[in-house]
């Protein structure tokens, strides 16, 4: 019967081309502006680190006082924390994992004194850092806990960076020049780009900024300055110590926790940890910290640009249109075909089979909508790569998911606007309409 | 005209006509608030930086190797740059507007504040200013030379003695007007003097879209300092039709007094602008796209619809005519049906189009639209629609009376 139906379907549909084409064509523009916005924002907003995202914490602290400084948060919270109280935090040693980190530019000479030197961005972090974000390791491995301790000239290299200075050979104990210093390269990533960059979203959040990673310690030893954001409360600093010990926040500080109740011991140290500042004098205010876990960060710090909030809003509204429009369109061509249906109907098919007959013909022209669709977003994805962010290239592309969702929605949606014609269809009286022929 | 016949009418295809009223108060909701983002968007790309756009490059440098001697090479560089012969002015700087990141001084109006009166960006620069930059000083003057001091980084203190600040600066510190001599504190012990006041300068943060009380994107402060720091922005302004000749000369002669050092971003100010602007310019021209195509999708809905209509009314409009209707009388019937039901649109339209923008302005700082984008919005989709019925009422005209009533 089904078979049947569909002959029928696609038989109706060619009658009415003019007709079949706009309710096709309205679909098929609907879906290829939503999709595309849709595919765009789902890059976006995705998940850097799905396996672990839940377990990773960005923390908080005030160290403003309520209504000061130059947050642009609603909390009143900072997004960075300052240095004391992120050595406070690694000395507690309360997190299964933990680190402070930040990103600085040095100067690279290449071995070859016939090239220039280039600048790159190094991000300072503890050993730990790769653990806990589960960076791979193409070749050797991370620093040691000793390394940071001892302050080592050793470093990290992503899989670009390598294959820049060393052609993709295994660069492990070779040695670069950093600001007129040798490091020792300890170990490379492989091709590893959580987007956005959670842990750091102030320099390329969809690019990924860094190009090699160095121990924490000695970035601080060397008085490597901070590029991103550095605010302080007042007046900045005059020297590197003062800097340090100031109220300015730039430091990015991450924790991994286990479970639940490693959360609660977590956040109970961080209240206590500024409790304590506010029995010492440090802080006048009571404790204000938060944790937040990889995505409840991503929202809270708003990493989809309003440009990409708009344009998902506007192309659903058009896809509204679009398929009221088809809907009209549907409505006509159904009730054009009133008097085929009341003859069928007395030729004696239910209401139900009318029914199934009007409704493979909307869900026919619903898959042609969302095929044509699909072709639409896919060209619609190639010029939001040029027309917005460059960091868009290679982000955004359809994947399998994509393509099902915009047949699943240009299906389901044309279905959902052709039920009500459908019922008037299989509402005909076939009498009514006989007599009137 | 008889609208009553009409909407006698209408009642017998009550959804098909709601379809196409919800459609167009839904487009020219939709065609109003993407016309009011654009044009909010293309304003915010055409304020002016307050430089002299057209003649102005950057150079980022960076020195490497020892750092003996930098205030000595960055002079050097600045005279080598100065001497080539398209190249009016240079000045050696921290930053410049539009760039995206810069200095963000907290000022005070007096030394015990614990809170800034006013943020702003903060230039360091020389004498070379005032032909560099090719900012418009509305009062007072620019820096002396003997005024200007050396910034070595992190280790001198922030202050200075004087400073210039740009008008809508010196408005939000002194909103008397009288900021002309006034004192500004950038620490808590010493004051600096307003000394000059320059039109506009704009921050490097001004595309960035933050918040303006917090990151105001017109206020600049400039003080008279030398950037001795390994990494700086040369800012040079060349003569009329020099800038890509000096574009190219200029890194082959800071290459030719050192090849210790980095340089980078050598980039025309209108690169600059168009960088920073990517985003907000793609926005205008994706909404300007999905507008059109959105007007295109309704245009054609009302086509398609009201040819059907005119298909299954056959019988009847052979009939008025063979009672006596004009095609003229016909054609007026389709355009005033079709009037009739936009009209109701739009109004709805036009209510739905305010409130969404009201919504989208608590949502993403937008300010609400001109009544003029509603009107524009509605009269676009009314014209169009209007547009879309003279075919098929043109083929409803051309019934002819016999053709009609032969069928029943």
């Excluded at chain 2, 009107?375 to 879309?388: D, H, M, N």
Aim: aromatic share 8%; hydrophobic share 50%.
């Amino acid at each position: 019967m089904f078979g049947y139906y569909f002959s029928l379907g696609l038989r109706s549909l060619r009658r009415n081309a003019v007709l079949t084409i706009l309710m096709i064509a309205a679909i098929a523009v609907g879906i290829g502006a939503s999709m595309t916005t849709l595919t765009v924002f789902r890059a976006m907003s995705g998940d850097p680190i799905p396996q672990k995202s839940s377990r990773l914490f960005a923390v908080q602290i005030d160290n403003f006082g309520p209504g000061k400084g130059g947050t642009t948060s609603p909390d009143g919270l900072s997004d960075q924390i300052d240095y004391i109280d992120a050595m406070a935090l690694m000395q507690g040693h309360v997190a299964k994992r933990q680190s402070a980190l930040f990103l600085t530019r040095l100067s690279l000479r290449p071995p070859d004194a016939q090239q220039k030197p280039f600048k790159v961005l190094v991000r300072a972090a503890y050993a730990n850092f790769f653990p806990m974000f589960d960076a791979p390791f193409k070749f050797g491995a991370s620093w040691t806990a000793a390394d940071d301790t001892a302050r080592s000239a050793v470093v990290v290299l992503t899989s670009a960076m390598n294959d820049k200075l060393f052609g993709g050979a295994n660069s492990v104990g070779k040695t670069i020049r950093l600001d007129n210093e040798l490091y020792t390269v300890r170990g490379v990533l492989n091709d590893w780009h959580p987007t956005p960059q959670f842990y750091d979203l102030n320099v390329a959040p969809f690019g990924g900024s860094d190009e090699m990673y160095l121990p924490f310690s000695r970035a601080i030893d060397k008085h490597m300055a901070a590029v991103g954001h550095v605010s302080c409360k007042a007046v900045s600093p005059v020297g590197w110590e003062a800097f340090l010990q100031s109220d300015c926040v730039w430091l990015q500080f991450w924790v991994e926790l286990p479970d639940t109740a490693a959360v609660d011991q977590y956040r109970l140290f961080l209240n206590n940890y500024a409790a304590e500042q506010q029995r010492t004098g440090r802080f006048n205010w009571p404790p204000h910290t938060q944790l937040r876990d990889v995505m409840s960060w991503l929202q809270y710090r708003h990493v989809v640009p309003s440009e990409v909030n708009i344009l998902l809003l506007v192309s659903f509204g058009f896809l509204l249109v679009c398929l009221l429009n088809a809907m009209g369109l549907m409505l006509a061509k159904i009730m054009g075909r009133a008097s085929d249906i009341g003859v069928r109907r007395a030729l004696g098919a239910s209401r139900r089979e009318i029914f199934v007959q009007c409704l493979i013909e909307t869900g026919v022209v619903g898959l042609a909508g969302g095929l044509f669709g699909l072709l639409l977003t896919a060209l619609g994805l190639l010029a939001a790569r040029a027309l917005l962010t460059k960091e868009f290239v290679g982000l955004a592309h359809l994947d399998g998911v994509d393509v099902a969702v915009a047949l699943i929605v240009g299906v389901l949606a044309t279905v959902a606007a052709g039920l009500y014609p459908t019922w008037r269809a299989a509402n005909v009286q076939p009498a009514w309409q006989l007599k009137t022929q | 005209m008889e609208l009553v016949p009409i909407i006698l009418q209408l009642r017998r295809r009550k959804l098909g006509a709601f379809l196409v009223g919800l459609q167009v108060a839904l487009t020219i909701a939709i065609v109003c608030n993407s016309l009011a983002i654009i044009h909010q968007r293309l304003e915010q790309i055409r304020r002016p930086s307050g430089l002299d756009e057209a003649n102005t490059f950057t150079i980022w440098n960076e020195f490497v190797g020892p750092s003996a001697d930098l205030a000595a090479r960055i002079q050097g560089d600045v005279a080598a740059l100065r001497s080539l012969p398209g190249v009016s002015d240079v000045s050696a700087t921290n930053g410049f507007p539009l760039r995206g990141y810069g200095f963000r001084a907290a000022l005070k109006l007096a030394p015990e504040q614990r809170q800034a009166a006013a943020y702003a960006a903060e230039y360091h620069v020389d004498q070379h200013v005032a032909g560099a930059w090719g900012l418009k000083l509305l009062a007072g003057r620019w820096f002396m030379p003997d005024e200007i001091r050396d910034d070595i980084g992190g280790d001198t203190d922030r202050s200075s003695a004087t400073a210039v600040v740009s008008k809508s600066l010196a408005q939000a510190l002194y909103p008397a007007g009288d900021a002309l001599g006034k004192d500004i504190y950038l620490d808590s012990v010493n004051h600096t003097r307003i000394v000059g006041i320059v039109d506009r300068a704009q921050a490097p943060w001004a595309a960035n879209g933050l918040k303006e009380s917090e990151w105001p994107s017109e206020h600049s402060v400039f003080l008279p300092k030398h950037e001795i720091r390994r990494s700086l922005v040369y800012l040079v302004h060349t003569r009329i039709g020099q800038q890509d000749a000096m574009m190219s000369a200029a890194p082959k002669a800071l290459f030719k007094l050192s090849r210790a050092r980095i340089v980078d971003d050598v980039k025309s100010f209108a690169q600059t602008r168009a960088e920073i602007y990517h985003a907000a310019r793609g926005l205008s021209v994706t909404l300007a796209i999905l507008s059109i195509l959105l007007l295109g999708v309704a245009t054609c809905g009302i086509f398609g619809l009201t040819t059907f209509w005119v298909t299954q009314r056959r019988r009847q409009i052979g009939m008025r005519r063979a009672l006596g209707a004009r095609r003229s009388h016909i054609l007026e019937y389709f355009h005033t049906e079709n009037l009739l039901i936009t009209g109701a649109g739009a109004m709805l339209g036009v209510a739905l189009g305010l409130a969404a923008n009201l919504w989208l302005a608590t949502q993403w700082q937008l300010r609400p639209m001109a009544v003029g984008y509603l009107l524009i919005g509605a009269f676009l989709v009314l014209a169009l629609s209007q547009a879309a019925v003279i075919w098929p009422a043109l083929r409803a005209a051309s019934i002819s009376p016999a053709s009609a009533m032969r069928d029943i």
